[in-house]
């Protein structure tokens, strides 16, 4: 099924929306909640002890970032209905094409922007903690090919995506809210890789905007 067909099947989305933007104090309360849980544990495993130091030095960073934070929720650019994880595991392939697109359960109506952006930190995002720069600059003119995003908007989706992983610990609320370890072995890539871009937010900038 093509993206034409597919949207004739949806009802329409709005012209813009807003994006909730958690707010500094917001993510160092979160950081002191999940450190509270690691304190009151009997016994420390090598995660445990590994997830306290990050979230130690996730506060640093806050302190130091937070003033960089999106300003404004709503976000710039086209909207419409998007799978939501767009990404290798969830695309098969069969003789060299495309044999279909799975697990639609995060389908909503969001920035096109945010698709790109987060499309390309999963597909070329490395464990090793960074993103190929040169396969994420050939993969967004592509995606802007189908759908036309400015660069002013893929500008304010790249530093979205930016902060919702400095003040997001889903795979630690998943560990010792839900007791569900599945995600845990995703939390120190993940680290590295926040580290690694918020050092380079200017290169990943220009991955994404220098292009015709």
């Known amino acids: 099924m093509n993206r034409e067909r597919l949207a004739g099947l949806l009802p329409p989305g709005p012209e813009q929306m807003a994006v909730s933007v958690t707010t500094p104090a917001a993510a160092r309360e979160e950081a002191d909640r999940l450190l509270g849980l690691i304190a009151g ?7 445990d002890a590994e997830a306290a130091s990050a979230l130690a030095a996730r506060k640093v960073q806050l302190e130091k970032y937070g003033s960089e934070r999106p300003a404004d929720d709503v976000a710039i650019g086209p909207v419409g209905w ?13 003789d060299g094409e495309i044999a279909g697109v799975i697990d639609w359960d995060r389908i909503r109506v969001r920035p096109f922007g945010e698709e790109v952006a ?23 003119p592509g995606y802007r090919s189908v759908v036309p995003i400015a660069v002013p908007a893929l500008a304010d989706a790249v530093e979205r995506l930016w902060w919702k992983r400095m003040s997001d610990y889903w795979q630690l609320v998943f560990h010792y809210d839900r ?11 993940t680290e590295r890789f926040l580290a690694w871009w918020t050092e380079r937010r200017g290169d990943v900038q220009e991955a994404f905007a220098g292009m015709p």
């Open 179 to 189: 007791d569900d370890h599945s995600c845990d072995h995703l939390f120190l890539p």
């Open 41 to 47: 544990l009997e016994s420390w495993t090598a995660f």
């Open 118 to 140: 987060r499309t390309a930190t999963v597909q070329f995002g490395s464990e090793d903690g960074f993103l190929d720069l040169e396969r994420t600059s050939a993969f967004v």
């Open 82 to 94: 998007k799978h939501g994880d767009v990404q290798h595991r969830n695309v098969p392939w069969r």
